[in-house]
C-alpha cells in the first residue's frame, strides 16, 4: 500500500465531496444567473456552500467570493487593493520573503508595472518578526501580504499583531491561509485582517476552486471584466460543481477539527522524535507554533531529491518543499530566507500528514528512511561519487 505524506501539496479528495459534486453536476447544470427554476437550483447551491465556507472561516456568507484557486484569490486580493488605492497614491506592496508564488510573483509582476514592494525577512525560526514590518510600512504602502503558516515548514505567522501594524498606518492586510484552513481554527474578526485566501484541495475538496473573503465595504479592482457573477468581483460563471464541492470540505473540515488537529499534532510529533532520534545529524526546520500536521526536517550530507525517489521506491510520498517549485533543483526560497545553507535546504524533506494517516504510517517511515539516509550518506562520501 503506498503511503502519502504530502497533504500540504494537495489532499484526496473526501468521498463525500464527490458523492456532493457528483450531485451538483447532474443537478444543478443551471446557469446560476438564470431566473428559471433550474438556475435557482444552482443559486441555492453557491448559497450552501457560501454559508459553509464562511463558517469555517467566522465569516458572514456575503464576503466570501468564490474562485479558481487559491493563487487567484491571492491575486485578487493583492492586484485588487494594489488598483483600488492607486488615487489614493499608495504605491507599495509589502510581503514576506517566504510567501507562496502565487503571491511573490504576483508583486513581481505589479513591480514591472510601477509599484514598489518590500520583502520582509524570518530569522531560522521562519516567522516574520512585526518590528520589521514596523520599519519597512510606510504612508505610501497600500496592502501588506503575510501567510497565515508557511506551506514548506508549516510555521504560523503573528498575523493579528502584523495587520494591527498595517491599520496603524492606513495601509489594508491580505493573509494567504491556503495552509491553516481546515487546519487552524480561523476567525477572521480576530486575525484583524481584511482578506483571507483559501484553497479547496487543501482541505480534501476538489482542485482549481478557491475563495477569497474581503471585510466589508472592502473596495478592489477586479483583475478580471466580464459578467457580474461573485458580487461584480470574480467574473465567469460560476464552477458549481467545484464550489459545492467546497462547502461541503469546509463543513467537514469544520465539523472535526478539533480533534483532528490534535490527532495528526500527535502523529507529527511521534515521526519527528523518531527521525531525531534514529537518524544522527537531522535537524527540524522553523520553530515556534506550525500547523499540526507539518515538519519540514534536514538530513544532513543526503541529497533531498535522491531521498525522496529512494522513499517514492519503497511506496512513501514525501516532498521537498513547494510542489509548484519542485524540479527547479533550486533550493527553496523559504529555507533560503531562513538562512539555511544551500547544502543543508537541499537536505531537507516535507512531511505533511492527512486524513487518513495513522499511527502505523509513522511506524513505517520510522523504519524505512534511517537506513536510506545511511546509505545515500555512504554513496555521497564513496569515491565514484566524488569523481562524478
Ligand atoms: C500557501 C499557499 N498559497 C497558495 C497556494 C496555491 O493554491 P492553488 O493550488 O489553489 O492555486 C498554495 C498551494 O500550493 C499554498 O500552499
Known amino acids: 500500500m503506498r503511503l502519502y505524506l504530502d497533504h500540504n501539496a494537495t489532499t484526496p479528495v473526501d468521498p463525500r465531496v464527490a458523492d456532493a459534486m457528483n450531485d451538483a453536476v447532474r443537478r444543478c447544470f443551471g446557469n446560476a444567473s ?42 485578487l486580493a493583492i492586484r485588487g487593493v494594489a488598483e483600488a488605492a492607486l488615487p489614493a497614491g499608495r504605491r507599495h506592496l509589502i510581503a514576506s520573503a517566504i510567501e507562496h508564488e502565487a503571491v511573490l510573483n504576483t508583486l513581481k509582476a505589479l513591480t514591472k508595472r510601477g509599484w514598489t514592494s518590500t520583502l520582509l525577512p524570518v530569522g531560522p525560526s521562519g516567522v516574520v518578526d512585526p518590528a520589521d514590518l514596523e520599519a519597512a510600512i ?31 498606518h492606513g495601509a489594508l492586510f491580505h493573509t494567504d491561509a491556503v495552509q491553516t484552513a481546515g487546519k487552524l481554527p480561523i476567525d477572521v474578526t480576530a486575525l484583524g485582517v481584511d482578506l483571507l485566501s483559501i484553497s479547496a484541495h487543501k482541505l480534501n475538496g476538489p482542485k482549481g476552486v478557491g475563495a477569497l473573503w474581503t471585510r466589508r465595504g472592502m473596495r478592489l479592482v477586479a483583475p478580471t471584466t466580464g459578467g457580474r457573477q461573485e458580487r461584480n468581483r470574480r467574473a465567469g460563471t460560476e464552477n458549481v460543481p467545484a464550489i459545492a464541492g467546497l462547502g461541503v470540505a469546509a463543513g467537514l473540515a469544520a465539523s472535526k477539527l478539533a480533534v483532528e488537529a490534535g490527532r495528526l499534532a500527535t502523529l507529527r510529533d ?74 543543508r535546504a537541499q537536505s531537507s524533506i516535507r512531511f505533511s500528514l492527512g486524513l487518513g494517516n495513522t499511527e502505523a504510517d509513522v511506524e513505517r517511515v520510522l523504519d524505512a528512511l534511517p537506513p536510506l539516509v545511511v546509505r545515500l550518506r555512504a554513496l555521497s562520501r564513496s569515491p565514484a561519487h566524488a569523481h562524478a
Open 138 to 168: 510606510t504612508d505610501r504602502t497600500a496592502i501588506v501580504s503575510i501567510m497565515h503558516a508557511n506551506n514548506e515548514i508549516g510555521t504560523v505567522q503573528p498575523v493579528a499583531e502584523l495587520a494591527g501594524i498595517a491599520h496603524a
Open 270 to 343: 511521534r515521526l519527528e522524535a523518531g527521525l531525531l532520534e534514529r537518524v544522527p545529524d537531522s535537524t527540524v526546520n522553523g520553530s515556534g507554533e506550525r500547523v499540526p500536521n507539518t515538519t519540514n526536517m534536514s538530513f544532513h550530507g543526503v541529497e533531498a531529491e535522491a531521498l525522496l525517489i529512494a522513499l517514492d521506491l519503497e511506496g512513501i510520498a514525501v516532498s521537498t518543499g513547494s510542489a509548484c517549485s519542485s524540479g527547479t533543483l533550486q533550493p527553496s526560497h523559504v529555507l533560503r530566507a531562513m538562512g539555511l545553507t544551500p547544502q
Open 34 to 75: 438564470s431566473i428559471h427554476a433550474f438556475g435557482q437550483a444552482a443559486k441555492a447551491a453557491l448559497d450552501d456552500a457560501r454559508s459553509a465556507t464562511a463558517e469555517l472561516l467566522g465569516a458572514r456568507a456575503n464576503d466570501v467570493i468564490f474562485t479558481g484557486s487559491g493563487t487567484e484569490a491571492d491575486n
